[in-house]
């Protein structure tokens, strides 16, 4: 952290997610009775639900809507309707544990990849949470799980450069209404077994007690020739998931040697990290992180944690892993990190 920029730091945090719980078995058994024309390809795929780390998750929708989810407008609809009152869960428990109102917010930086809403979702809360008519707003599109770190260094830059202000970070992601029960592809298969939804609030300023947790350096790595390995397809009735089977390989081939750059501009090295905050992208990834970094079996407990609970919340995944790891006490220097479409490396120090 230089000593000629002013120190900001992260005065809350808040996860909130839909009421609906989906136990894995559920899902599991939602996929199996709409194979349909495929049960070879499920039967091959079944084991994905048991070994992906997740136990359950939340969803936008009850899940005899999956069977059936209609098309862009049903999808849309149900996005423009859930994802605001999941925004104005997590940004009041923020502002209520800062001890702030939405008044006081200066700046909103708003995250997400699983929907589209114009106007944007924070102008759709602007009323009912209250927030200023002269508050900036910045609406993050496209960077999928990787959001979540990057969309907190936006919202630092925010606040390194307009020191006292309040900055706002949302992140929010309704992955499983990209659910389509006539998808067959594998990564379909795949992403039904790990994605969930929710959403997420950090309050950021310059102006915040000592004993805060304090952001440092924050960087970035685009692999080239990596846009085939995450993201979204366009399809006629909705977004249709791309996941590459090589992405643990590519952590640990690519990881080590992008993150040692980030960390030596830094002036920061690996044995003097005490923590490691990384994206719950799913049991494969977490063990591909461990290898790739030498992690001891333990050092990935809140995000498994948070995997098993919630699933892939995409973007807010990761800041529910700093949620659960401030809230349990977690001291001393760490890396949050994660992986996105591009294929990006988003990552973030920062000191607990």
């Known amino acids: 952290m230089s000593a000629s920029l002013p120190v900001v730091r992260i005065l809350s945090s808040t996860v909130a997610a839909p009421a609906e719980r989906v136990e894995q078995a559920r899902v599991k ?26 136990e359950a998750r939340r969803a936008a929708a009850p899940i005899a809507w999956y069977r059936a989810p209609g098309g862009w407008p049903e999808r849309a609809a149900r996005f423009e309707a859930a994802a605001p009152p999941l925004l104005i869960e997590a940004a009041e428990g923020a502002l209520a ?5 939405a008044a006081d917010i200066d700046h909103i930086v708003t ?9 944007s979702l ?7 949470l209250g927030l200023k008519p002269t508050a900036t707003r910045m609406p993050v599109f496209g960077l999928g799980c990787a959001g979540g770190v990057l969309g907190l260094a936006r919202a630092a830059a925010l606040a390194r450069a307009a020191p006292g202000s309040r900055v706002l970070l949302l992140a929010v992601e309704l992955c499983t209404l990209a659910f389509r029960p006539q998808d067959r592809d594998k ?7 790990l994605f969930g939804d929710g959403a997420a609030a950090l309050l950021l300023s310059t102006d915040g007690p000592a004993g805060a947790p304090a952001l440092g350096a924050s960087g970035e790595h685009l692999w080239p020739d990596t846009l085939d390995v995450m993201g979204w397809r366009v399809e006629e009735d909705g977004l249709g998931v791309v996941f590459s089977r090589a992405i643990p390989a590519l952590i640990e081939r690519d990881l080590p040697e992008a993150l040692d750059r980030f960390l030596a501009q830094a002036g920061v090295e690996r044995p003097a990290l005490d923590g490691w905050l990384l994206h719950p992208g799913g049991a494969k ?27 892939n919340m995409s973007s807010v995944g990761v800041l529910a892993v700093f949620d659960r790891a401030r809230r349990r006490g977690l001291r001393g220097r760490m890396l949050m990190a994660a992986l996105g479409p591009g294929f990006t490396a988003g990552f973030q120090l920062l000191e607990m």
Request: aromatic content about 4%; some cysteine; charged content about 20%.
């Open 122 to 128: 924070e102008a759709r809360i602007a009323g009912p």
């Open 29 to 54: 058994a939602l996929c199996r009775d709409l194979a349909g024309g495929s049960p070879a390809l499920y039967e091959r795929m079944a084991p994905v639900f048991d070994n992906a780390g997740v």
């Open 97 to 101: 544990e800062a001890d702030l109102a």
């Open 285 to 311: 990834v977490l063990a591909a992180y461990e290898r790739a970094l030498g992690l001891p079996a333990d050092a990935l407990a809140d995000s498994r944690a948070v995997l098993a609970e919630y699933g």
């Open 187 to 193: 990564s379909a298969l795949v992403a039904s077994a």
């Open 111 to 119: 995250v997400g990849t699983t929907g589209i809403a114009t106007p």
